[in-house]
């Protein structure tokens, strides 16, 4: 199985039929925003958990020495908080390239917040997931061992412990805690000053 969704992610949903387009991002998506957006808006999603299960080959990571990136992974009860855009149609054609490494485009309901958490609007939103079926999957792993993969992994677009730093430093920003994150993060800081 090829790793590269690209392809398939352009017929995913018709997008001409879309009133508004929003997309939600949960990883990479919140702090590297290399896309234009008429608008944004803090949201949660529910019954999802981000993990850093998945590989990266083309972006923190390579083929030989794939890192490790964020996914979602069904949990019920679980809410997970992100960013969501309201885009234009013509910027997935570049988001589709960006997280070709296995992620699938959904469609998800998505609640926007107001600054005290409140929800404004429940949108449909679309969002990239790589599933445990996709080809760059890597599973789960204890948290100290994932730090460790990070702290040694890089790829074309920079350190694996980057995108980890930035994303923490992010979702502190939303004021969206995370555990899975914020203690691989400990961990990695601890790497660090080893
Ligand atoms: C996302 O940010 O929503 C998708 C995963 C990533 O690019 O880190």
Redesign the pocket.
């Known amino acids: 199985m090829s790793h590269d969704t690209s392809k398939q992610n352009q017929s995913r949903q018709n997008l001409s039929n879309y009133h508004e387009i929003w997309l939600?991002?949960?990883?990479?998506?919140?702090y590297k925003v290399d896309f234009p957006f008429l608008d944004k808006q803090k949201a949660v999603i529910n019954g999802w958990q981000r993990k850093f299960w998945q590989g990266s080959h083309d972006h923190r990571g390579t083929p030989e020495r794939p890192g490790r990136?964020?996914?979602l992974i069904e949990s019920p009860g679980s809410e997970c908080m992100?960013m969501a855009y309201r885009v234009t149609e013509e910027v997935f054609e570049h988001l589709n390239i960006?997280?070709k490494n296995g992620?699938l485009r959904h469609e998800i309901e998505c609640r926007l917040l107001d600054s005290h958490n409140q929800i404004t609007k429940i949108v449909k939103g679309l969002?990239?997931i790589a599933s445990p079926e996709n080809a760059a999957y890597l599973g789960p792993l204890p948290e100290s061992d994932i730090a460790e993969h990070i702290a040694r992994s890089e790829g074309p677009s920079g350190k694996n412990s980057e995108y980890l730093l930035l994303l923490a430093e992010a979702l502190r920003n939303l004021g969206a805690h995370d555990e899975h994150v914020f203690t691989i993060e400990n961990h990695l800081n601890d790497i660090i000053d080893r």
């Open positions: 939600f991002g949960y990883g990479s998506l919140i990136v964020l996914t992100g960006r997280e992620y969002i990239y």
